[in-house]
């Protein structure tokens, strides 16, 4: 007999996103999962970042940021798109947070979505033990994997933790072959935005077997009204987003020393 | 049919050339047509009508002055300025004259009209009077039908004042056979007219009107062929010498006889398509399946060397100028419900050949291509979609829609062949469908289906649920019983039912009446001789030639209608928060958000019918004063307070267009109470009635007729447009709206469904983009949708949105690697995405 109870795992949501055609193949439904390991300066949902229930005022109006749901109530609405998802190849795609702090709740939503028989993504760090990682790979045909810095130090002052956990993550991930694994590098100016870093994590990247593609996206501020509404100081302060030409100049240096695709934006 | 070529080629500069002349002036009015239809019934009193048409269009198309404009390779101008109009007295006169001084410069579509043409036609008219189709049409209906139409139920405007047009005539006939073929065919058929056949008179003059009609545009033809060889005389140029020569020598064939080559094909089309235009004031004449009757001249052309793909482009994008020569003066308030001087020429490519294979050609490409190369709105350009369409044709037809342009409307095969079928139609006519004006599936060459036969506004109805059939201080409709004795949700509906049924019946009544009126005094030789099976049968199209007659009136509102039935579903009566009188009063007081000049005016006009029932003089001064009054009463604050409150809780209620089963459900069902009566009634040529579900441009003016509703919508504000959601109450991005509006039942509306999209311009830059686009028209399809059109907005609308961000809350924007509602955005983030798209839309 089938088991069905993964579809009662529960799990802290802050968002749901319909219509989303730059997180992924085709069209597709992201579900944010609340909780993050990381503090990252330039964080642009700052309200993925604490477990707890928030409040964040918008527009003058306070706004609640969390609720508790059942993969049951998650899955009755990420279903309604499925004529598009089956036409665009699109699906599921679960992002943060870090979803990996609440791996069982994000083991049973990839879990649901292939059995409904669409694409599977993760947008993470990769930030948990790997056995809890390797529970979902079954579930999973993308793994979105953000890789900010190769150095442990200047990674911990930035984002508040260091990165060899994740960075080992990544090669077992690469090594398992069980899914499709592409590198995601946030562009953050005085972080790593020189050539060298970016070619230190692309070469990283290219080491790792089957993975063929690296995006780089460019920092923005587009979430600095939202650490008013929440009360918080905006920790990147004036810092300028990167421009088009720079990110094109990347884009080559990185093609050129490497055999990867490199995509600006994602 | 060989393997499509989908490569673009460029535009010349010729198009650029031809585009600036046509813009260079203000459209104007002139006199000539009306001048020579007068002259010519002054001087054939007392024949048949039909043959008098024929003689009128005949002598039309002789006395009017013709052109050809500097660099155009397809010729036949209506008006001697560009883009001008000629008038029509035969079907109404009078509002031009009383609009005589404003129609320069109102709003909606201006036109320039000199004093010299004012006198012309202030001579030609009074011949008219009591002569038009409006005033036989008028004098046709009902009184309570009369008295519907002053209190705005529904208006049959467009056929009352004009000529009925909305058709799709064999051009392929013209082309194939040429207009002595189908003489040929009128002259075999009175040969056939047996002398003890009951109506052997009708059908002779009715033949015998076919043969004078056909060769009057043959002669029209050869003046251009004459004029083009004037021309080619005088000319310096050898390159264009050469071009008039050619013309000349095109006009001199077609449409007399079959087309030769693909140019004259093209020119043939040109001629039957303007000169049905001269014929009679009818819009919305389409060129329908152009990609598909084209295609075997382009194809021999191509195929024996003599057409290169370049040659081909230019020339299409020739006739995709003269779309937008031709043009239409309307009265004032129509000309607000058709905003956009559109003619809505609806030309459509792609879908399924007869036998159900994919139809897609080079044509289908080139056409979509003549739409970005020449960038007007003519023609009203679609694709029709089905399961087998080639992706490539999808892909191109999504590149139109990104520049912005609101072109290709798209439209799904899979529902609209059953939904036709449903009506009587054999599957190899449904399977060639094509589109009439906004939306409106139709039979080429086959049918007369009347579509767009008047706007109803399904709202009215539902306020006089709560006013018990009293609109502006007298009886308007049915008594359905006041709101107080008004128990139940069921009881409710079933009043709104009963006062939907007694307008539509209404409705009905006027639209027959006006159909009458077409009959009596507008047979249409030369329209009726291209429409099968008008010439076999000896009957004209207006008397029910056709093979296949429907009448297509069309209702709006569904998004309004739907979420007050929630509204009064939940808030009355199952969580009654308030009683139907209270909503009753709170939608009077205009949920106590004051009144505006229109609600002054109505309740100023009320108070002194009460005076003057009293037997009391009403004074235009006294008037005057309760308005003023009116303007500026204040309820008392505990009262408005309260009809803030209410509207506040509607507000929050769940709506339309958000993916919810509930309310989706009751908009389907709100849908029906249009839909499902009408197909029991019959027209005067044989057909039935069938609902279309479109407002055109009718919903913001017939809006402002329209009192505050039960969905929180504020008195005299725009009523939802088509099927889509009311602009705003959609939340959750477009698959969610899709999803709501799939719920409809799009086959019951077969005379067409209109829903409008809006999309960022960087929500459709990339090639993903386009794919995941195109996916999302599939995925609403596959749902049984049945047309779609998108708006891709630009940063004007942005500002817009900014400035007035309740009417734009589903507008979806890309941020940065995902998209977002613009108006949740902080104010800064909005300016940097409005900066964003003024660099977006220039790459």
Same mark, same amino acid.
């Given at each position: 007999?089938?088991?069905?109870?993964?579809? !009662?795992?529960?799990?802290?949501?802050?968002?749901?996103?319909?219509?989303?055609?730059?997180?992924?193949?085709?069209?597709?439904?992201?579900?944010?999962?609340?909780?993050?390991?990381?503090?990252?300066?330039?964080?642009?949902?700052?309200?993925?970042?604490?477990?707890?229930?928030?409040?964040?005022?918008?527009?003058?109006?306070?706004?609640?940021?969390?609720?508790?749901?059942?993969?049951?109530?998650?899955? +009755?609405?990420?279903?309604?798109?499925?004529?598009?998802?089956?036409?665009?190849?699109?699906?599921?795609?679960?992002?943060?947070?870090?979803?990996?702090?609440?791996?069982?709740?994000?083991?049973?939503?990839?879990?649901?979505?292939?059995?409904?028989?669409?694409?599977?993504?993760?947008?993470?760090?990769?930030?948990?033990?790997?056995?809890?990682?390797?529970?979902?790979?079954?579930?999973?045909?993308?793994?979105?994997?953000?890789?900010?810095?190769?150095?442990?130090?200047?990674?911990?002052?930035?984002?508040?933790?260091? !990165?060899?956990?994740?960075?080992?993550?990544?090669?077992?991930?690469?090594?398992?072959?069980?899914?499709?694994?592409?590198?995601?590098?946030?562009?953050?100016?005085?972080?790593?935005?020189?050539?060298?870093?970016?070619?230190?994590?692309?070469?990283?990247?290219?080491?790792?077997?089957?993975?063929?593609?690296?995006?780089?996206?460019?920092?923005? !501020?587009?979430?600095?009204?939202?650490?008013?509404?929440?009360?918080?100081?905006?920790?990147?302060?004036?810092?300028?987003?990167?421009?088009?030409?720079?990110?094109?100049?990347?884009?080559?240096?990185?093609?050129?020393?490497?055999?990867?695709?490199? +995509?600006?934006?994602? | 049919?060989?393997?499509?070529?989908?490569?673009?080629? @460029?535009?010349?500069?010729?198009?650029?050339?031809?585009?600036?002349?046509?813009?260079?002036?203000?459209?104007?009015?002139?006199?000539?047509?009306?001048?020579?239809?007068?002259?010519?019934?002054?001087?054939?009193?007392?024949?048949?009508?039909?043959?008098?048409?024929?003689?009128?269009?005949?002598?039309?198309? @002789?006395?009017?002055?013709?052109?050809?404009?500097?660099?155009?390779?397809?010729?036949?101008?209506?008006?001697?300025?560009?883009?001008?109009?000629?008038?029509?007295?035969?079907?109404?006169?009078?509002?031009?004259?009383?609009?005589?001084?404003? &129609?320069?410069?109102?709003?909606?579509?201006?036109?320039?009209?000199?004093?010299?043409?004012?006198?012309?036609?202030?001579?030609?008219?009074?011949?008219?009077?009591?002569?038009?189709?409006?005033?036989?049409?008028?004098?046709?209906?009902?009184?309570?039908?009369?008295?519907?139409?002053?209190?705005?139920?529904?208006?049959?405007?467009?056929?009352?004042?004009?000529?009925?047009?909305?058709?799709?005539?064999?051009?392929?006939?013209?082309?194939?056979?040429?207009?002595?073929?189908?003489?040929?065919?009128?002259?075999?058929?009175?040969? @056939?007219?047996?002398? *003890?056949?009951?109506?052997?008179?009708?059908?002779?003059?009715?033949?015998?009107?076919?043969?004078?009609?056909?060769?009057?545009?043959?002669?029209?033809?050869?003046?251009?062929?004459?004029?083009?060889?004037?021309?080619?005389?005088?000319?310096?140029?050898?390159?264009?010498?050469?071009?008039?020569?050619?013309?000349?020598?095109? *006009?001199?064939? =077609?449409?007399?006889?079959?087309?030769?080559?693909?140019?004259?094909?093209?020119?043939?089309?040109?001629?039957?398509?303007?000169?049905?235009?001269?014929?009679?004031?009818?819009?919305?004449?389409?060129?329908?399946?152009?990609?598909?009757?084209?295609? $075997?001249?382009?194809?021999?052309?191509?195929?024996?060397?003599?057409?290169?793909?370049?040659?081909?482009?230019?020339?299409?994008?020739?006739?995709?100028?003269?779309?937008?020569?031709?043009?239409?003066?309307?009265?004032?308030?129509?000309?607000?419900?058709?905003?956009?001087?559109?003619?809505?020429?609806?030309?459509?490519?792609?879908?399924?050949?007869?036998?159900?294979?994919?139809?897609?050609?080079?044509?289908?490409?080139? *056409?979509?291509?003549?739409?970005?190369?020449?960038?007007? /709105?003519?023609?009203?350009?679609?694709?029709?979609?089905?399961?087998?369409?080639?992706?490539?044709?999808?892909?191109?037809?999504?590149? &139109?829609?990104?520049?912005?342009?609101?072109?290709?409307?798209?439209?799904?095969?899979?529902?609209?062949?059953?939904?036709?079928?449903?009506?009587?139609?054999?599957?190899?006519?449904?399977?060639?469908?094509?589109?009439?004006? *906004? %939306?409106?599936?139709?039979?080429?060459?086959?049918?007369?289906?009347?579509?767009?036969?008047?706007?109803?506004?399904?709202?009215?109805?539902?306020?006089? =649920?709560?006013?018990?059939?009293?609109?502006?201080?007298?009886?308007?409709?049915?008594?359905?019983?006041?709101?107080?004795?008004?128990?139940?949700?069921?009881?409710?509906?079933?009043?709104?039912?009963?006062?939907?049924?007694?307008?539509?019946?209404?409705?009905?009544?006027?639209?027959?009446?006006?159909?009458?009126?077409?009959?009596?005094?507008?047979?249409?030789?030369?329209?009726?001789?291209?429409?099968?099976?008008?010439?076999?049968?000896?009957?004209?199209?207006?008397?029910?030639?056709?093979?296949?007659?429907?009448?297509?009136?069309?209702?709006?509102?569904?998004?309004?209608?739907?979420?007050?039935?929630?509204? =009064?579903?939940?808030? &009355?009566?199952?969580?009654?928060?308030?009683?139907?009188?209270?909503?009753?009063?709170?939608?009077?007081?205009?949920?106590?958000?004051?009144?505006?000049?229109?609600?002054?005016?109505?309740?100023?006009?009320?108070?002194? @019918?009460?005076?003057?029932?009293?037997?009391?003089? %009403?004074?235009?001064?006294?008037?005057?004063?309760?308005?003023?009054?009116?303007?500026?009463?204040?309820?008392?604050?505990?009262?408005?307070?309260?009809?803030?409150?209410?509207?506040?809780?509607?507000?929050?209620?769940?709506?339309?267009?958000?993916?919810?089963?509930?309310?989706?459900?009751?908009?389907?069902?709100?849908?029906?109470?249009?839909?499902?009566?009408?197909?029991?009634?019959?027209? /005067?040529?044989?057909?039935?009635?069938?609902?279309?579900?479109? $407002? &055109?441009?009718?919903?913001?003016?017939?809006?402002?007729?329209?009192?505050?509703?039960?969905?929180?919508?504020?008195?005299?504000?725009?009523?939802?447009?088509?099927?889509?959601?009311?602009?705003?109450?959609?939340?959750?991005?477009?698959?969610?709206?899709?999803?709501?509006?799939?719920?409809?039942?799009?086959?019951?509306?077969?005379?067409?469904?209109?829903?409008?999209?809006?999309?960022?311009?960087?929500?459709?830059?990339?090639?993903?983009?386009?794919?995941?686009?195109?996916?999302?028209?599939?995925?609403?399809?596959?749902?049984?949708?049945?047309?779609?059109?998108?708006?891709?907005?630009?940063?004007?609308?942005?500002?817009?949105?900014?400035?007035?961000?309740?009417?734009?809350?589903?507008?979806?924007?890309?941020?940065?690697?995902?998209?977002?509602?613009?108006?949740?955005?902080?104010?800064?983030?909005?300016?940097?995405?409005?900066?964003?798209?003024?660099?977006?839309?220039?790459?």
């Amino acid at each position: 007999m089938d088991d069905y109870s993964y579809l !009662n795992v529960r799990g802290r949501i802050f968002d749901i996103q319909r219509y989303s055609i730059h997180d992924g193949i085709g069209i597709r439904t992201i579900v944010f999962l609340k909780g993050c390991a990381l503090r990252c300066r330039w964080c642009c949902n700052p309200e993925s970042q604490s477990f707890e229930i928030e409040t964040m005022t918008i527009n003058g109006k306070p706004k609640t940021y969390g609720r508790d749901v059942t993969v049951k109530e998650v899955m +009755q609405t990420v279903r309604r798109d499925m004529p598009y998802y089956s036409r665009s190849d699109g699906g599921l795609t679960l992002s943060g947070g870090e979803s990996l702090l609440q791996p069982e709740f994000a083991e049973a939503l990839l879990h649901a979505g292939k059995a409904l028989g669409v694409n599977t993504a993760l947008e993470s760090m990769g930030f948990a033990k790997y056995e809890t990682i390797e529970k979902l790979l079954p579930y999973l045909d993308t793994y979105l994997m953000d890789i900010k810095h190769m150095d442990p130090k200047k990674h911990e002052a930035w984002c508040g933790r260091e !990165n060899t956990l994740m960075l080992e993550n990544a090669g077992r991930i690469a090594r398992s072959g069980q899914t499709k694994l592409i590198i995601r590098v946030p562009v953050v100016p005085g972080f790593n935005d020189t050539e060298a870093e970016l070619l230190s994590i692309a070469r990283y990247a290219d080491s790792l077997p089957g993975v063929e593609e690296i995006d780089i996206l460019p920092y923005h !501020n587009f979430g600095e009204g939202k650490y008013t509404g929440l009360g918080r100081d905006y920790p990147m302060g004036k810092a300028e987003r990167p421009g088009m030409e720079k990110m094109e100049g990347f884009r080559a240096a990185i093609e050129r020393a490497t055999d990867l695709r490199c +995509q600006i934006g994602g | 049919m060989r393997a499509f070529d989908s490569t673009p080629v @460029k535009k010349t500069e010729r198009i650029t050339r031809l585009v600036a002349d046509l813009f260079a002036k203000m459209p104007e009015i002139e006199a000539a047509r009306a001048e020579l239809i007068t002259e010519s019934f002054k001087a054939t009193e007392g024949l048949p009508v039909v043959t008098r048409k024929a003689l009128a269009f005949r002598h039309i198309l @002789k006395g009017l002055p013709i052109v050809i404009r500097p660099g155009e390779l397809i010729v036949g101008s209506t008006t001697l300025a560009p883009r001008g109009c000629q008038t029509y007295p035969e079907f109404s006169y009078d509002w031009l004259e009383a609009e005589f001084d404003t &129609v320069e410069h109102r709003s909606a579509d201006p036109f320039y009209i000199s004093e010299e043409t004012k006198e012309r036609l202030k001579k030609v008219n009074p011949y008219w009077k009591g002569k038009t189709t409006s005033e036989l049409a008028r004098s046709l209906m009902a009184p309570e039908t009369l008295r519907a139409m002053d209190h705005n139920f529904f208006t049959p405007g467009n056929y009352y004042y004009n000529g009925v047009g909305h058709v799709n005539v064999h051009y392929d006939r013209v082309i194939y056979e040429g207009l002595s073929g189908i003489m040929a065919q009128a002259a075999g058929q009175l040969e @056939k007219v047996k002398f *003890c056949d009951p109506n052997y008179g009708d059908k002779k003059r009715f033949l015998e009107a076919v043969i004078i009609s056909c060769q009057a545009v043959i002669d029209y033809a050869h003046r251009y062929s004459e004029l083009a060889k004037e021309e080619a005389g005088k000319e310096t140029d050898q390159a264009r010498k050469q071009e008039l020569l050619r013309i000349a020598e095109t *006009c001199a064939h =077609v449409p007399e006889f079959p087309a030769r080559t693909f140019e004259e094909g093209l020119q043939a089309f040109w001629f039957v398509q303007q000169t049905l235009q001269i014929e009679s004031s009818g819009h919305s004449i389409s060129p329908g399946r152009f990609d598909q009757y084209m295609y $075997p001249l382009y194809e021999k052309d191509t195929d024996e060397g003599r057409l290169t793909r370049e040659y081909a482009q230019e020339l299409l994008d020739c006739v995709w100028v003269k779309l937008n020569d031709l043009n239409k003066c309307r009265d004032a308030a129509s000309a607000e419900g058709f905003a956009g001087y559109s003619l809505f020429q609806n030309l459509i490519v792609g879908g399924q050949t007869k036998d159900g294979r994919d139809a897609t050609n080079d044509l289908s490409f080139m *056409c979509l291509d003549a739409t970005k190369h020449v960038f007007l /709105p003519q023609p009203s350009i679609s694709i029709r979609v089905w399961n087998g369409s080639a992706k490539e044709l999808l892909l191109r037809a999504a590149e &139109v829609t990104r520049t912005g342009i609101g072109f290709p409307a798209y439209y799904n095969d899979e529902i609209i062949i059953p939904a036709m079928e449903n009506r009587g139609i054999s599957i190899e006519d449904a399977r060639n469908y094509c589109i009439i004006g *906004c %939306v409106e599936p139709h039979v080429p060459g086959k049918e007369d289906g009347w579509h767009d036969a008047a706007f109803f506004n399904m709202c009215r109805p539902l306020e006089m =649920v709560f006013t018990n059939g009293i609109d502006n201080g007298e009886v308007a409709s049915i008594r359905t019983g006041d709101a107080e004795s008004i128990k139940t949700y069921e009881e409710f509906k079933a009043a709104y039912k009963k006062q939907m049924e007694y307008n539509i019946a209404l409705l009905v009544n006027a639209d027959n009446a006006i159909d009458r009126a077409h009959a009596e005094l507008a047979p249409l030789p030369f329209e009726s001789a291209l429409i099968d099976d008008c010439i076999t049968r000896g009957v004209p199209l207006q008397q029910g030639g056709a093979h296949y007659n429907f009448t297509g009136p069309q209702g709006f509102g569904i998004a309004n209608v739907a979420d007050s039935l929630y509204t =009064v579903k939940t808030l &009355v009566f199952e969580q009654k928060k308030f009683t139907l009188q209270e909503l009753a009063k709170a939608l009077q007081m205009n949920y106590g958000q004051g009144f505006d000049e229109i609600t002054a005016k109505e309740t100023a006009t009320q108070a002194a @019918k009460a005076l003057a029932a009293e037997g009391r003089q %009403v004074t235009d001064e006294m008037i005057a004063s309760v308005i003023r009054k009116v303007l500026t009463m204040e309820l008392p604050e505990a009262e408005r307070k309260r009809y803030e409150e209410i509207r506040e809780m509607i507000l929050e209620l769940p709506k339309f267009g958000n993916d919810i089963d509930e309310v989706d459900t009751i908009a389907r069902e709100a849908a029906y109470y249009y839909t499902k009566p009408l197909p029991a009634y019959r027209n /005067p040529r044989g057909g039935i009635f069938q609902a279309g579900l479109y $407002p &055109v441009s009718a919903n913001v003016p017939l809006g402002a007729q329209t009192g505050a509703t039960p969905d929180g919508r504020l008195a005299h504000t725009p009523v939802a447009d088509g099927v889509s959601p009311t602009s705003g109450y959609d939340l959750h991005g477009p698959t969610a709206s899709c999803n709501s509006v799939a719920r409809l039942d799009h086959a019951e509306a077969s005379n067409g469904t209109l829903f409008n999209m809006k999309i960022h311009p960087t929500a459709m830059s990339t090639e993903k983009d386009l794919e995941d686009f195109v996916s999302l028209v599939r995925g609403y399809f596959d749902q049984k949708g049945m047309h779609m059109q998108f708006n891709v907005v630009d940063r004007q609308t942005l500002l817009d949105a900014q400035a007035h961000p309740e009417k734009y809350a589903g507008l979806v924007v890309r941020v940065a690697g995902y998209s977002a509602l613009f108006t949740t955005l902080s104010k800064s983030l909005q300016d940097d995405i409005i900066r964003r798209t003024e660099q977006g839309l220039h790459r």
